[in-house]
Antibody, heavy 121, light 109 residues
């Protein structure tokens, strides 16, 4: 059974940084891409970032490009999201999701329960 | 930027058929995926590659796609189907830009 557990969410000031983590279990981690998706309070889902199974390709939403960095450690079955220069509009629940389908263009199939990032002065 | 358009809300009575649409210019060339998000919970994949159902998703949920529009159909809607439904797809650029629709709140009452 696929299990994803996010952590690292916190209350941070504008301009600050955070690193979110997502630990996977219940499946063989290394062959699958991974996504991060966020949801601002009371709003819809926004796809944020994707990393390929071997870490060779990273993709970002235009809204976060240059500030966010996705990475993974297959030996630890963990995917990370480094968030820099935090803005008020980055306040959201951040979900990690396993990728199904094609290794380069796959879709989120299994999701974690999320970790909350609040940007506030 | 690429967009997927969904109606904000759909309402049906229990036992009726609910249809939620998703439109996008790239849909003739790209698959659509559908997610259900119940209040306070993480999203769950309910349809992938236009019409395929993951294991554990009831048969009353079905998907279809034609041209620039995809449709999620819930036949014989039940109270437990009440949720926000999101479509998801990619554009046709080399960047594989991924996007969710704005979400449709399904009310069953």
């Amino acid at each position: 059974q696929v299990h994803l557990v996010e952590s690292g969410g916190a209350v941070v000031q504008p301009g600050g940084s955070l690193r979110l983590s997502c630990v996977a279990s219940g499946f063989t981690f290394s062959p699958y891409g991974m996504h991060w998706v966020r949801q601002a309070p009371g709003k819809g889902l926004e796809w944020v970032a994707f990393i390929r199974d071997d870490g060779s390709n990273e993709q970002y939403a235009d809204s976060v490009k240059g500030r966010f960095a996705i990475s993974r450690d297959n030996s630890k079955k963990t995917v990370y999201l480094e968030i820099n220069s935090l803005r008020l509009e980055d306040t959201a629940m951040y979900y990690c999701a396993k990728s199904g389908g094609d290794s380069l263009t796959g879709y989120p199939d299994y999701w974690g329960q999320g970790t909350l990032v609040t940007v506030s002065s | 930027s690429y967009e997927l358009t969904q109606p904000p809300s759909v309402s049906v009575s229990p036992g009726q058929t609910a249809r939620i649409t998703c439109s996008g210019d790239a849909l003739p060339k790209k698959y659509v995926y559908w997610y259900r998000q119940r209040s306070g919970q993480a999203p769950v994949l309910v349809i992938f590659e236009d019409y395929k159902r993951p294991s554990g998703i009831p048969e009353r949920l079905s998907g279809s796609a034609s041209g620039t529009m995809a449709t999620l159909t819930i036949s014989g809607a039940q109270v437990e189907d009440e949720a926000v439904y999101y479509c998801y797809s990619t554009d046709t650029s080399d960047n594989h830009r991924r996007v969710f629709g704005g979400g449709t709140k399904l009310t069953v009452l």
